[in-house]
Each structure stands twice: as C-alpha cells, then as structure tokens.
C-alpha cells in the first residue's frame, strides 16, 4: 500500500507533465493487483483469508490467528476508550491495563479475538493523550522530517511524506520502536 501511494504521487506529478504516460501508469496501477490475483496464489490466498475474517467479524464468529478481525476489534476498543477520554485521554502507562479491562468487558465484542493494542498511531496518541494528539502528532512529525526538505519540490520527498503519514493510519510503527529509545 505504501508502493501505491508513492506510485499514485509519481502518477499524478506525470500527469502534470506528460498526460500520455500518467494514464500508461494508472491503466498499470489498475492491471497490478488483477494480474497479481489471476497469477500469484499467495496473494489469493491472502484476499480470500482477509475476505473470510471480515466475514467472520461481521457474524460475531471471529477465528483465532487470523489478524484483520482482531485488529477491527483492537479499533472498536480503542474508539470506545476515546469516547469515554476525549479531552486528555487515558494516559500513556494505562493504555495497557485499560485495553485488558476492556476486552475482559465487552465478551460479546471480543468473542476469540487476540488481545491487541490499538493498530493505528493515531488512535495510540489519541487514546493515551486526548484529542489534542490528533492535532499535536502530525504537526510534530512534519517539524522534525522538515529539516529534510528539499528547496524546491522533489517527488522521493513528497512520496516519503505520503507514504509515513498512510502508514501511521494503519500501523502503529513509533510504538513499536518505543522500547528500545526508552
């Protein structure tokens, strides 16, 4: 997905450029995926288990080991946590026994699902530091990457960008790095 992003940038700063090649590359960024399902059995393979554990999420049926449903249980904790913490959140060291506590509450929510902890940095600084993380975390993480910025536009730069702030959606790559700063 990051690949895609980057990919979409470069699309869109050709299509300023050269109208031909950004559609070339776009007709490529549609055919990728179809082709990689028609060819690759392990990306099949992955789309049907991801198909096959949302459904089981949607039914209250969730299978232990796979991780899509889990992590749509993590994020329904972590929005219900938010909810009931909006302004200063939870806290930082209580995320942990908070989440525990949560999962042991909602049975009817968490059904099989491992325990996780929130699968986005945003929900992870919202939840621990309130709603003022949602403004305060990208500001602070587009101040420290600025001093890498070029003068004048470059693409690699901007697809960097793109590509950090679509991962912090998804993933929580800070606070797996956390351990070893502390």
Known sequence: SILYISF????????????????????????LPILAFLISSPFKNKIYYMLYDINQYRNNSITTGLSDASRFVAAKGAWDLISDHPIIGIGYGDIKKEFNDW?????????????????????????????????????????????????RFNLAYVSFQASAIFLVLIETPLEVQRGPII
Not at 9 to 29: C, D, E, P, Q
């Open 103 to 151: 999962y042991i509450t909602h049975p009817d929510v968490v059904g099989s699902a491992e325990v996780l902890m929130p699968p986005s940095q945003y929900l992870f600084y919202i939840l621990s530091s309130g709603i003022l993380a949602l403004i305060f975390f990208p500001v602070a993480f587009y101040l420290i990457t600025k001093g890498f910025s070029p003068r």
């Open 8 to 31: 979409f940038i470069s699309i869109f700063y050709f299509y300023l450029k050269n109208r031909k090649l950004a559609l070339v590359a776009i007709g490529t960024m549609l055919l």
